[in-house]
C-alpha cells in the first residue's frame, strides 16, 4: 500500500540553527499539506499545494518558516532560525485529484522536532 | 467559521466493552466530517467520513459514527474494545468550500485486559 514517505523521524536542534523536513507524498497526489500538531493538541495546518503552487499559507510563520514544492511532487518545509516553542511533531499528508476522494488525506508518520 | 468539540480528553475501557467517543461541531451549514485515528509513531489513519449521505456511518476496524444534525454530534463508537484500539482519536470538520480540515483536540482511548 502506497504511503506517505517523511525524514527525518526525529530531528534534535539548538534554537537558532536551521531545520529541513522532508515529504514525498503518494504517487499521483496532486495536494500536499504540511500541519504542525503540538503535543496534546490536533494537527493545525501550516501550509497547503496544489501542484507546485502553495493554495493556503496563511497559518505558517512566514519570518521563519518556508516550504516548496519545486516540481510538484515532494517537498520541503524549512525553520530558520528554529526556536524553543517550534518543538512540536510536523506531518505531512496528501490527497488525491479524484472528486469523490479529493477531502480525504493520507498522512505520513510524521517528524519529531526537539528544539533545545 | 466551522470547529469541533471532543468532549473527553481521555477514555478508559476495558477489552470487550463498547466504546463512545463523543464529538460535537459547529457548522452554518452541512459539513463533511471525519474521525482520524493517530497510533504511537505512526501517521493518522482515515476511520470513516461522512459526507451528508447515510447518517450511520461504517468504518474500518468495526467502529462507526452517527451523524445527528438535531444534536450537532458526530460520536464515534464500536461495540467491543479491543487492545489495539488504544490509540488518540481526532473528529474533524472540513472547512466549508476548501479541503482545509479542521482538527479536534484529540481524545486519548486506554483498553485494559
Known amino acids: 500500500e502506497a504511503e506517505v514517505a517523511q525524514s527525518p523521524r526525529y530531528k534534535i536542534t539548538e534554537k537558532s540553527q536551521a531545520v529541513a523536513f522532508w515529504c514525498d507524498p503518494i504517487?499521483?497526489?496532486?495536494?500536499l499539506y504540511w500541519y504542525r500538531q503540538i503535543l496534546g493538541q490536533g494537527p493545525e495546518l501550516l501550509v497547503q499545494?496544489?501542484?507546485?503552487?502553495?493554495?493556503?499559507d496563511s497559518q505558517l510563520p512566514k519570518d521563519r518558516f518556508s516550504a516548496e514544492r519545486l516540481k510538484g511532487v515532494d517537498s520541503t518545509l524549512k525553520i530558520q532560525p528554529a526556536e524553543l516553542g517550534d518543538s512540536a511533531m510536523y506531518l505531512c499528508?496528501?490527497?488525491?485529484?479524484?472528486?469523490?476522494?479529493?477531502?480525504?488525506?493520507?498522512f505520513g508518520a510524521g517528524t519529531r522536532l526537539s528544539v533545545l | 467559521a466551522q470547529s469541533v468539540t471532543q468532549l473527553d480528553s481521555h477514555v478508559s475501557v476495558s477489552e470487550g466493552t463498547p466504546v463512545l467517543l463523543r464529538c460535537n461541531y459547529s457548522?452554518?451549514?452541512?459539513?463533511?466530517l471525519f474521525w482520524y485515528v493517530q497510533h504511537p509513531n505512526k501517521g493518522l489513519q482515515l476511520l470513516l467520513k461522512?459526507?451528508?449521505?447515510?447518517?450511520l456511518v461504517k468504518g474500518i476496524n468495526g467502529f462507526e459514527a452517527e451523524f445527528k444534525k438535531s444534536e450537532t454530534s458526530f460520536h464515534l463508537t464500536k461495540p467491543s474494545a479491543h487492545m489495539s484500539d488504544a490509540a488518540e482519536y481526532f473528529c474533524?470538520?472540513?472547512?466549508?468550500?476548501?479541503?482545509?480540515?479542521?482538527f479536534g483536540t484529540g481524545t486519548r482511548l486506554q483498553v485494559f485486559p
Open positions: 499528508a496528501s490527497s488525491p485529484r479524484t472528486i469523490t476522494a479529493r477531502n480525504i488525506q493520507y
Open positions: 499545494f496544489q501542484d507546485e503552487s502553495v493554495v493556503d
Open positions: 504517487s499521483g497526489h496532486a495536494t
Open positions: 474533524v470538520v472540513e472547512s466549508y468550500n476548501t479541503d482545509k480540515l479542521i
Open positions: 461522512y459526507t451528508s449521505a447515510a447518517t
Open positions: 457548522s452554518s451549514y452541512s459539513p463533511s
